[in-house]
């Protein structure tokens, strides 16, 4: 026999007390009530509360996203800057013979091997470097580089520090959001457990299939063992992961 399963999710709380608030006024207009007026008076401020901030937290994770793609997008062309400089600066210095001092101005090893850069901020200090390393390998008297110059890679690390930087608010918001929602939790599963009981109480007389059919309308789910049929006319959803 399929077996009630308590919302385990923000969504799932949130489709009981949306599906409650939107049937209960007509049962009870109907004179057929399967909650109390009580228990209605209670979800209906609440949702109006725990909705927004549901969809606050659908909000912060893509303003989330989209700040992480916006600074990962940033990474890779600044990446792509400096090594390409880095490459061309040791091709030129093999091809006008100059010494392998040329390559210390701008942050690398005599040998020319490139650095393993394996976090963003040790990406940025690497273009500072090129980028003062620029302007003192010019003042000694070597020319200026060029495919890519110094000068282009200015832009490219001032977007990678602007986007690096709108990542930690978002975060915040996110978490934030995330907080607010759980703060809540603990009510709306308390207001589930009074619909559940009211449904429980008013559908007593009727035999289990029509008990879950009308709580199903409720927003309640229920869920069958592997195997086991599902009720006439009802399509078992899978049962809910375990919250995190």
């Keep these: 026999m399929p077996t009630y399963q308590a919302p385990r999710s923000d969504e799932a709380r949130l489709s009981v007390l949306d599906k409650t608030a939107t049937v209960a006024p007509g049962d009870i207009a109907a004179t057929r009530p399967s909650i109390t007026s009580a228990t ?132 915040r918001t996110h978490d934030d959001t995330q907080a607010a929602v759980a703060a809540q939790r603990a009510t709306a599963d308390l207001l589930i457990e009074d619909i559940r009981a009211d449904l429980l109480s008013s559908l007593r007389r009727l035999d289990a299939p029509s008990q879950r059919r009308v709580m199903r309308n409720y927003g309640l789910t229920f869920v069958s063992l592997p195997g086991e049929p599902a009720d006439p006319g009802e399509t078992t959803p899978p049962a809910e992961p375990p919250p995190a």
Excluded: C
């Excluded at 209906?44 to 909705?51: D, S, V, W």
């Excluded at 990962?72 to 100059?98: G, I, S």
């Excluded at 040329?102 to 850069?117: R, S, T, V």
């Design 40 to 171: 209605l008076a209670a979800v209906t401020p609440f949702l109006a509360l725990f909705r927004p901030l549901y969809q606050a937290v659908a909000s912060a994770l893509s303003g989330r996203e989209k700040e992480v793609r916006e600074r990962e997008a940033a990474r890779v062309a600044l990446d792509t800057y400096v090594r390409d400089f880095w490459e061309v600066l040791k091709r030129r210095a093999h091809r006008l013979k100059q010494p392998a001092e040329i390559l210390a101005f701008y942050g690398l090893p005599l040998d020319g091997n490139i650095p393993d850069i394996t976090t963003f901020a040790q990406l940025v200090n690497w273009a500072d470097k090129i980028i003062q390393g620029e302007t003192d390998a010019v003042a000694a008297g070597y020319p200026a580089m060029a495919n890519p110059s110094a000068a282009e890679i200015v832009p490219i690390l001032a977007n990678a520090r602007v986007q690096d930087a709108d990542v930690p608010p978002a975060d």
